[in-house]
């Protein structure tokens, strides 16, 4: 079983639509968690954190259940400029800043007009 | 503030030659730097962790002796591709971590896409 898992898509959607993606990660030790996004050839640009409580930015909902070792992303109203991967992303425990992140696959996602 | 800059941003190489990238952190001190790779339509793999002063520890299956990495000061960390083949080719991401704002969390440089023919 890979360490995080996503759909690694692609979802097409239509502009103002409202996607849903989910990631499941393996190691019941994982401390953090995030999602990155990240442009075509571009490195990877921390969207947010993901928190036990559920948190929300803007259009932009994560949500994690850490009995079922699942993190989800909710993008509403979704913009053409939303296009991009959406990476699941993992920090394992370990010392200080030497704590690995485990990146998922990626999911793709592409917004049409 | 927390910019990583790498450079260069793309070479092109020759089958066996060597290609040195680098990583600096701008405004702030990287205790901690990583180097990933990421080959297309795949995720990032972490290929090494090195801190600044001491050797770098690399992940399983990434040979030390071809990737050479070198932490020598607190904004600047070198990653050297020996005898490079086409199968090195890859997009090389850095990222930096240490104390900048409040946080310790990694901050990523542009990616080096390196190609070599």
């Known amino acids: 079983r890979k360490e995080v898992e996503q759909d690694p898509g692609p979802f097409n959607v239509p502009e103002g639509a409202t996607v849903a993606f989910n990631c499941t990660y393996s190691?019941?030790?994982?401390?953090?968690f995030f999602w990155y996004r990240q442009d075509c050839r571009k490195e990877p640009k921390l969207l947010m954190s993901v928190y036990s409580s559920g948190n929300e930015d803007g259009r932009f909902t994560a949500q994690l259940n850490r009995a079922s070792q699942y993190i989800s992303l909710l993008i509403r109203d979704s913009k053409l400029s939303d296009s991009a991967t959406y990476l699941c992303?993992?920090?394992?425990?370990?010392?200080?800043?030497?704590?690995?992140?485990?990146w998922g696959l990626g999911t793709s996602l592409a917004v049409n007009p | 503030g927390a910019v990583v800059s790498q450079h260069p941003s793309r070479v092109i190489c020759k089958s066996g030659t060597s290609v040195k990238i680098e990583c600096r952190s701008l405004?702030?001190?990287?205790?901690?730097m990583f180097w990933y790779r990421q080959f297309p339509k795949q995720s990032l793999m972490l290929m090494a962790t090195?801190?600044?002063?001491?050797?770098?520890?690399?992940e399983q299956g990434v040979e030390k002796d071809k990737f050479l990495i070198n932490h020598a000061s607190l904004t600047l960390s070198t990653l050297t591709v020996t005898s490079a083949h086409p199968e090195d080719s890859s997009f090389y991401i850095c990222?930096?971590?240490?104390?900048?704002?409040?946080?310790?969390?990694?901050?990523f440089g542009p990616g080096t896409r390196l190609t070599v023919t």
């Open positions: 992303v993992v920090k394992l425990p370990g010392a200080g800043n030497n704590r690995k992140l485990i």
């Open positions: 190691n019941s030790a994982s401390q953090s």
């Open positions: 090195s801190n600044e002063g001491s050797k770098a520890t690399y």
């Open positions: 405004d702030f001190q990287a205790t901690t």
């Open positions: 990222s930096a971590s240490g104390l900048a704002g409040n946080s310790y969390e990694q901050y």
